[in-house]
């Protein structure tokens, strides 16, 4: 199965940074990367939200059968989208603009397992380690095509929820340090040299549409203009979202959204074509984790 | 402007609590010795000093430290961490720190850290 046909199995979230990526080529910068290995790295950094809200899942009800009382687990895995470059602030459509708004009116989402062993007494929060995520137990290791070793507890109720998801602790953590394979083939100081060259007409874009901005800061504005007020996976205000969406075109007319991402397109091109066996496998153990996900998730 | 003043700037802008900022420097533990529920991170691989942060807080914030580089973490808690750096006008994320996750050798540059939940860490 070739790159794109495993790309077209994800979610809508792909769809999304497609076009995103589409639109991209058909600004006109040369690359050197397809388009279908673009989707590839892109889908493959933003995982969709249902991976580790199914992991959860699993290791809750394995901690409640343990008899820790664990109480269901409410708010959302879901992330902003990631740009290859780590830049924050990237709006790669308008359309997904329009429909995340800013992550600075969301409300703080606490990880359940992390508020839960806060209530605990420390011999209770000693147990509860062992039963969930072992510090001091076996690991499993992986080493990563850049040399990084990176492990995880492969006995308690977090490993049971990665085996059921992922299929093995240690795909799991491929997958999850995927990201940090890509960030590492980018190049920092270039990216914010570009932004520095492009700022200013993103900021008059924005003025003119009326909103004040400074830096590919938009996320300050909206937090003060609609304050902190809906809970994760919650859709934006219409204001909210309206801004949102003029942001994105902003980005897009004064060239951040294509020549950011595709500058680290360029410059990743030889990683990307010598990996690409490995980001294949990656993207099928994605979409394999994906279907078991959804799988758990509406069996409850 | 100084890389501190730009660092709480670009933590404003990313919508957290800048009053909340907690310094951790604290003392080097023996290598690989991060506690279960806090976040470590080393300058040295193999998680030996000098140490970065050693932070436990559970809170919607950023963790402040001087302009550094990752070169080995733990992540003992269940959320992920982020290391950002900033110039003012843009913030990057260098690094991804996956919940109840070790590694001995890695390579990140920071100007604060971001512990996951607002969605985009």
Redesign the interface.
């Known amino acids: 199965m070739r790159i794109e046909r495993r790309a077209a199995v994800l979610g809508g979230m792909t769809v999304a940074l497609t076009l995103a990526l589409a639109g991209c080529s058909a600004g006109g910068e040369a690359t050197e990367t397809s388009q279908q290995d673009r989707t590839a790295v892109s889908s493959l950094v933003n995982t969709p939200p249902e991976l580790q809200t199914a992991v959860d899942q699993v290791a809750r009800e394995c901690l409640v059968s343990q008899g820790f009382a664990v109480p269901p687990i409410v708010g959302s895995n879901?992330?902003?989208y990631?740009s290859p470059?780590?830049?924050?602030?990237l709006m790669p459509t308008v359309e997904l603009a329009k429909q995340q708004g800013?992550?600075?009116?969301?409300k703080?989402?606490?990880?359940?397992?992390?508020?839960f062993?806060?209530t605990l007494a420390p011999k209770q929060?000693?147990a509860f380690?062992v039963a969930?995520?072992p510090?001091d137990g076996p690991?499993e290791s992986v080493t990563l095509e850049s040399?990084?070793?990176?492990?995880?507890?492969s006995t308690g109720c977090?490993a049971d929820g990665q085996k059921a998801v992922y299929g093995s602790v240690k795909t799991g953590?491929e997958i999850?340090?995927f990201?940090?394979e890509v960030?590492?083939q980018g190049d920092?100081a270039a990216?914010?040299q570009l932004?520095?060259q492009l700022?200013g007409d993103y900021e008059s874009c924005m003025k003119s549409k009326g909103y004040q901005v400074s830096?590919?800061?938009a996320?300050?504005l909206a937090?003060k203009e609609f304050g902190?007020y809906r809970q994760?996976g919650q859709q934006p205000s219409a204001a909210e979202s309206k801004m949102a969406g003029t942001d994105a075109d902003c980005q897009a007319q004064s060239g951040l959204t294509s020549r950011v991402d595709g500058d680290y397109f360029n410059k990743a091109a030889s990683w990307i074509k010598n990996h690409e066996s490995m980001i294949v496998a990656r993207q099928e153990s994605l979409n394999d984790s994906l279907a078991r996900a959804k799988k758990i998730l509406e069996n409850g | 402007m100084s890389l501190k003043k730009k660092a709480l700037?670009?933590m404003?802008?990313?919508?957290l609590s800048v009053a909340a900022v907690a310094v951790a420097a604290a003392p080097a533990n023996a290598a690989g010795s991060?506690?279960?529920?806090h976040y470590c991170a080393w300058n040295s691989t193999g998680y030996n000093s000098p140490q970065i942060v050693d932070s436990a807080t559970?809170?919607?914030t950023t963790v402040s430290v001087a302009s550094n580089y990752i070169r080995s973490w733990q992540n003992?808690?269940?959320?992920r961490w982020c290391s950002?750096?900033t110039?003012?006008?843009?913030?990057?994320?260098?690094?991804?720190f996956?919940?109840?996750?070790?590694?001995?050798?890695?390579?990140?540059?920071v100007n604060f850290f971001w512990p996951?939940?607002?969605?985009?860490?």
Request: contains cysteine; proline residues 1%.
């Open positions: 879901w992330r902003a990631i470059t780590g830049l924050t602030g800013y992550t600075s009116t969301i703080g989402n606490s990880n359940w397992a992390d508020t062993r806060a929060a000693a380690d969930y995520a510090v690991h040399g990084t070793q990176a492990s995880r507890a977090n953590l999850d340090m990201v940090n960030l590492s920092n990216t914010q932004v520095g700022i830096g590919l800061h996320s300050d937090k902190t994760p | 700037i670009a404003a802008a990313i919508g991060c506690a279960s529920g559970t809170a919607n003992h808690q269940s959320r950002v750096t110039n003012g006008v843009s913030s990057t994320i260098t690094g991804y996956a919940g109840n996750t070790d590694v001995s050798s890695a390579g990140s540059s996951g939940g607002t969605g985009s860490c």
